[in-house]
């Protein structure tokens, strides 16, 4: 049987108050509610609660603030924070104010009710929490508020504090770098160098010079003693992109210096210690080229610490419009004409495929900014801009495709028709619809004709009429293609 305990849940929102108080009560806990800071500041003077569930815009204030005063009086209280402003400043907050969890919303009740079991479970130790203002979080550079980049931003705010490797996956342009850079600018490394090295960028023979450093006269053209990428990121971060590319004998030498903590130059025999945190990206399946024995997996384990998975773009298309709108900011800040998509626009952005992930989003908004005339970016500019083929030419949903036709339909009717009061258009549009519905359906299961009847939601009988009115012969909708 999980714990039980008391929790204040803190929610401007009566119904989230309400529904997430019940869900509490009915595993055992007792809880009190509250819809301000106030009301909550109140309640804590007299209830000593195992956990503080609390939104973060509340209508006398922000909600985070005071958790760490909160959480510095009462160590074994657990907070849970919910936010609407899912961003990775607010995940970043609260795990700084020393929040047990952040959930956005629309949050899972599921999710909820264990991440309260957890904080009962765990009933953590202060101290976690940094100390109140110390990062900079302006023009935080993560966009997006995808369920996708939730879990995400969640993950980076719990690696700002420590130093453990990070495996940044997904496919190119989706961020992975921008992902490293942020987990290097906000945390405890950011006054140190963050240095970056792409293997696929590099000739293989000059990997090892590059991240290791040479001695002079180690190979030709090695002119003086040159510090690799190791010794040039001191104190701070390196960010091995690509590390799938990476050549095996290299990956030994890297198994190495990760373990020892030393670095020792080509050529060179004097090892030097080194302090950096190694963020590793890759598009690769790792795993795979384990098995094509390509990969070392002591290296991966090494490396796979904590993995950072980022979606395709497609697969989070909640979030095109968003970065779309922003490089369209981005790029009127930099004193470019001002853009703005129109409807049709931002359908088209929606369906497209995104092969290129962000970046292609990006340099899409960037050439319009630069090329276009037109102030409203519109549907017909935009498909100017795509591949041949990348959207259909009718690629609006089916359902409006049949909207707009039979609008067609009646307003040609009528344009023609409007002498004659005594027309049937309901059931000459039903004609015309009718008789294709029962065919493609019949013709789907074979033309028998209960199970047809069940597809359509009609009785047999029904349906049965209607075929021999329409002069329809189910026999033959079997062969129909
Ligand atoms: N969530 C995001 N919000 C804002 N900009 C983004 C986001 N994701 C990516 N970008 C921008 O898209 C471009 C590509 O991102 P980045 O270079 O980090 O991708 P990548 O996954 O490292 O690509 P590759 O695998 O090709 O190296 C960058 O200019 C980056 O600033």
């Not at 498909?383 to 041949?388: A, F, G, Q, S, T």
Request: with cysteine; net charge negative; hydrophobic share 45%.
């Amino acid at each position: 049987m999980a714990a039980t305990g008391t929790i204040l849940v803190v929610d401007d929102d009566p119904a989230i108050c309400v529904v997430v108080g019940e869900a509490l009560r009915r595993q055992g806990h007792k809880v009190k509610t509250a819809g301000s800071i106030r009301e909550r500041a109140a309640l804590m003077d007299s209830f000593t609660p195992d956990v503080l569930i609390t939104d973060v815009m509340l209508p006398d204030g922000d909600g985070l603030d005071g958790v760490a005063d909160i959480i510095a009086a009462r160590p074994a209280l657990s907070v849970i924070i919910l936010s609407a402003q899912n961003t990775l400043n607010t995940a970043i907050r609260a795990t700084e104010k020393g929040a047990f969890e952040y959930l956005p919303k629309p949050f899972d009740l599921n999710e909820l009710t264990r991440a309260v079991s957890d904080a009962l479970g765990t009933r953590h130790e202060a101290g976690g929490a940094a100390e109140e203002g110390g990062l900079p979080h302006d023009g935080l550079p993560l966009v997006g508020r995808s369920p996708a980049m939730q879990e995400v931003y969640r993950t980076i705010a719990r690696v700002l504090s420590n130093d453990l490797s990070i495996l940044v996956l997904g496919e190119s342009g989706t961020g992975k770098e921008l992902v490293a850079e942020a987990i290097h600018s906000l945390g405890q490394r950011r006054t140190k160098p963050f240095v970056a090295i792409n293997m696929a960028a590099i000739p293989r023979e000059l990997i090892e010079a590059e991240l290791f450093g040479y001695e002079k006269g180690a190979f030709t053209g090695a002119h003086a003693r040159t510090a690799g990428k190791f010794e040039q990121a001191q104190g701070g971060t390196l960010f091995l992109d690509e590390i799938g590319d990476m050549p095996m004998e290299a990956q030994t030498r890297l198994l190495r210096v990760l373990q020892s903590g030393e670095v020792t130059t080509v050529g060179g025999s004097k090892p030097v210690r080194v302090n950096v945190r190694i963020i590793a990206a890759t598009n690769k399946h790792l795993p795979q080229l384990i098995e094509e024995n390509r990969f070392r997996q002591d290296l991966y384990y090494r490396l796979n610490v904590v993995p950072i998975a980022l979606p395709a773009l497609r697969e989070r298309r909640e979030d095109v419009i968003l970065l779309a709108r922003h490089f369209l900011e981005r790029a009127a800040q930099e004193g470019l004409p001002r853009k703005t998509l129109a409807d049709d626009a931002t359908q088209l952005l929606m369906v497209y495929h995104w092969p290129g992930n962000v970046r292609e989003l990006q340099n899409m908004m960037q050439r319009l900014a630069v090329l276009s005339r037109e102030n409203v970016i519109t549907g017909e500019i935009l498909r100017n801009m795509l591949p041949m083929d990348a959207v259909p030419a009718d690629y609006a949903a089916p359902a409006d495709h049949l909207a707009h036709a039979v609008r067609d339909w009646a307003r040609r009717q009528l344009g023609v028709g409007i002498g004659q009061p005594n027309r049937n258009l309901h059931d000459d549009l039903l004609a015309v619809i009718e008789p294709i519905l029962l065919q493609e359906v019949l013709a789907t299961v074979d033309g028998n004709q209960i199970r047809a009847a069940g597809l359509l939601g009609i009785n047999r009988n029904t349906l049965r009429k209607k075929l021999t009115d329409y002069g329809l012969d189910p026999l033959q909708l079997r062969l129909t293609d």
